[in-house]
């Protein structure tokens, strides 16, 4: 017994030492202190024995037990690493602390009840708490905002010192996933476009849905590269069907692919031949990008709180004046437009089929018309083509209301389609086209002429509908 009871202790001993070196090692500590307890000779779950009189032992010895099993006191070693990572990243001391042994990472953790805990508690404690305070982080990044937009200022800061990334989710009719990062990521003026392609794309006919997610690494650190395969939690921000993908509305051709508009704010791009999946875009709004990526869960997306009515004016048309609309027209880095629309207004007059219409841009003032840079197309790429989609492009709207608060904000694949003008109206030289998207809250109706001399558009006229219900609940009016 006691040539045994030797050898049990020498182990011990090993296990401390190869504990403390992977305390000491940093972070390639957590994946290798599993293996380096397997060296020690622990064949039953990884564990740290102590004697009796150490230090551990007083600590953590049951109380009323004075038989002999109480001389000996077994804590797992994954968890004692655990504990220490916990201890370091969330004591109010840990700016002072100090690794000198097992011994005094088991006794600064008193307090904590270790062992009370069932096994993975404290990797379970610790996950939460970063969690809980990379959401806490985001949260403070993002308040400062740009009085010119009504968004945050932060946003590329946000995502880049938090990891955070985007994937879609491809679920099979038999229920199999497939989870894709995305390839490439580009800023705009008020949104972000996000890409996914692959030479290996499950087969269209067999998927039924696709989840969009926000992804953000547990272990954030602005200092290392994304990890795909390390811990992360997903916040879904839209789903989408795609069992009917291919007869939904195709916006737009060029000879290698067919792109089809999914609300909202989805292109998906597929292969003239063979009807595969070549390539899908997500434009998204900056307007709570944060919250929509990170604040969800993997089956639920974030919820804004609810909007508490200002103060009521009694003014005639209340919730009818003093709008914004930030307009931003490209296609996969090429910008065609950024124009800010002041002081907007409709009436009481003005609202029809449970709209209120605004005129922002009048078909018969020539001042207000804006130009567009270039012509409008959409550039894509994947692993091996590339190409230009004319006529197709991404449209953001951004309307603050009058007390400068972001009321619509919408981030969506348009196209533009041509149109015959009435002999009646105004006289343009040139095609005209238009622009159109709705939806429960509001829409856009853009009419454009195409200036063969200049090569250039031009929009003649916008129209802005606003849902009354929507007016209503914002402002607590009853129109």
Same mark, same amino acid.
């Given at each position: ?42 064949? @039953? ?21 004075? +038989? ?31 690794? $000198? ?9 008193? &307090? ?6 069932? !096994? ?12 809980? #305070?990379?959401?806490?982080?985001? !949260? ?34 038999? %229920? ?11 800023? $705009?003026? /008020?949104?972000? /476009? ?5 030479? +290996? ?25 994304? #990890? ?7 916040? *879904?921000?839209?789903?989408? #069907? ?13 000879? *290698?692919?067919?792109? =089809?508009?999914?609300?909202? %704010? ?11 999946? !070549? ?9 709570? &990008? ?9 089956? *639920? ?51 029809? $089929?449970?709209?209120? @219409? ?5 078909? +018969? +003032? ?21 190409? =230009? ?38 006289? =343009? &030289? ?33 129209? &802005?509908? *606003? ?13």
């Amino acid at each position: 017994m006691a040539t045994g009871r030797g050898r049990m202790l020498r182990q011990g001993c090993l296990g401390l030492q190869a504990l403390r070196g992977s305390l000491h090692g940093g972070g390639a500590a957590w994946g290798s202190a599993g293996a380096a307890a397997g060296r020690t000779g622990f064949r @039953k779950g990884p564990g740290v024995k102590f004697a009796r009189g150490s230090p551990v032992l007083r600590q953590y010895t049951r109380r009323g037990q004075h +038989n002999e099993k109480s001389t000996i006191c077994f804590v797992s070693l994954d968890s004692l690493i655990w504990i220490k990572i916990y201890s370091a990243a969330f004591s109010p001391k840990r700016s002072h602390w100090k690794v $000198n042994s097992v011994e005094e990472t088991a006794t600064s953790v008193s &307090l904590l009840s270790v062992e009370d805990k069932e !096994a993975g508690y404290w990797k379970k404690e610790y996950i939460t708490k970063q969690i809980s #305070d990379v959401k806490e982080a985001l !949260a403070q990044i993002v308040k400062p905002v740009n009085s010119y937009t009504g968004l945050p200022v932060k946003i590329k800061e946000a995502l880049r010192v938090f990891g955070l990334h985007f994937a879609i989710i491809l679920r099979e009719k038999s %229920g199999k996933e497939h989870v894709m990062q995305h390839v490439d990521l580009s800023f $705009n003026d /008020t949104s972000v /476009t996000v890409v996914w392609y692959d030479k +290996n794309w499950p087969h269209l006919a067999k998927l039924s849905t696709l989840d969009l997610c926000g992804v953000t690494p547990v272990f954030a650190d602005r200092y290392k590269t994304f #990890d795909p395969y390390g811990p992360r939690w997903l916040s *879904l921000i839209a789903q989408y #069907d795609l069992s009917h993908l291919s007869k939904a509305a195709m916006i737009g051709c060029d000879r *290698l692919v067919r792109v =089809f508009c999914l609300n909202p %704010g989805l292109l998906v791009g597929l292969w003239q031949k063979g009807d595969g999946l !070549a390539f899908v875009m997500a434009n998204l709004h900056f307007h709570r &990008l944060v919250e929509r990526s990170t604040l969800g869960s993997i089956t *639920l997306p974030y919820v804004p709180p609810p909007h508490h009515s200002p103060f009521v004016d009694d003014s005639p048309d209340y919730g009818l004046q003093g709008y914004q609309l930030h307009i931003d027209m490209h296609g996969g880095g090429t910008f065609y437009l950024c124009s800010t629309l002041y002081t907007l207004f409709s009436s009481k007059e003005c609202i029809e $089929n449970g709209y209120a @219409k605004f005129m922002v841009i009048n078909l +018969n +003032n020539n001042r207000e018309h804006l130009p567009l840079i270039g012509k409008v197309g959409l550039t894509w790429r994947t692993t091996i083509f590339d190409g =230009f989609i004319e006529s197709c492009s991404f449209m953001d709207l951004t309307l603050l209301e009058e007390y400068r608060k972001p009321f619509w904000c919408v981030s969506s694949p348009v196209y533009l389609r041509s149109i015959a003008y009435p002999s009646d109206g105004p006289h =343009f &030289l040139g095609h005209t086209y238009c622009v159109d998207y709705m939806d429960t809250e509001g829409g856009v109706h853009v009419e454009l002429v195409w200036i063969e001399e200049t090569e250039e558009y031009f929009i003649i006229s916008l129209v &802005l509908y *606003l849902s009354v219900a929507k007016i209503n609940h914002w402002f607590g009016t009853k129109y």
